[in-house]
């Protein structure tokens, strides 16, 4: 008999939207949303980035909405100045910060961790942007599986963004610092590691145990 995957109250929801990405006899044992550390790479680099025809062909502009070009073009070109000093801000308060947390992954873009961040930050392949922030995550006894959050999941099913086979992922050796209370950084066999944001620091050790599980 299986044990009952076991999930918080609020990710229930989850059980269900995970079951159609399971193989044949593949068991679930806990589900959770997570998110990746605040200071993670927030953006994937162009030369990494997944081509999304379904997102291009939604925001093609075709028939009548040709005449709101020019429109658009000028509201643009208006908040254009706003825009860079918004990004230029947030740049410098990431900077800051990053001096203070540390490392919050290592790798680079081409190790495992890197691919789980493009994976993440990709997102759905409806969603024109590469900074998707919605994930959770889904244990099994042979996987570990990463699915996008959607808004309403009564309304719209999960999507699964990637997945990791057991064996080749667990917890980071290595402490992170204590002060960042729900933080659990996920490691990979090619040495790799990335640090992700439990959303209640109540369930950071149970999210440990579940990563810890991917190593046997």
Not at 151 to 178: C, F, K, M, N
Request: proline letters at 9%; aromatic letters at 8%.
């Amino acid at each position: 008999m299986h044990p009952t995957p076991v999930t918080p109250e609020r990710d229930g929801w989850l059980l269900t939207h995970s079951a159609p990405f399971l193989d044949p006899g593949e068991t679930l044992r806990g589900a959770l949303s997570v998110r990746l550390d605040p200071l993670a790479p927030d953006t994937v680099p162009q030369r990494y980035r997944r081509p999304k025809p379904a997102a291009e062909e939604k925001a093609r502009f075709t028939g009548w909405q040709r005449i709101f070009l020019p429109v658009s073009f000028v509201m643009w070109l208006c908040s254009l100045p706003a825009g860079l000093l918004e990004v230029g801000a947030r740049r410098t308060w990431r900077g800051i910060r990053r001096v203070f947390r540390g490392r919050v992954w290592a790798g680079g873009w081409d190790s495992a961790a890197g691919r789980f961040v493009i994976d993440a930050r990709t997102g759905t392949a409806d969603v024109a942007g590469y900074d998707n922030t919605h994930l959770a995550l889904a244990v099994t006894d042979r996987r570990l599986l990463l699915l996008n959050e959607p808004t309403s999941p009564e309304r719209e099913a999960a999507q699964l963004l990637g997945a990791v086979p057991h064996g080749t992922y667990g917890l980071r050796p290595e402490p992170h610092p204590q002060r960042h209370r729900a933080r659990v950084d996920l490691a990979f066999a090619d040495g790799s590691w990335l640090a992700l944001e439990a959303p209640d620091r109540r369930q950071v050790p149970w999210l440990g145990e579940l990563l810890a599980s991917g190593r046997g």
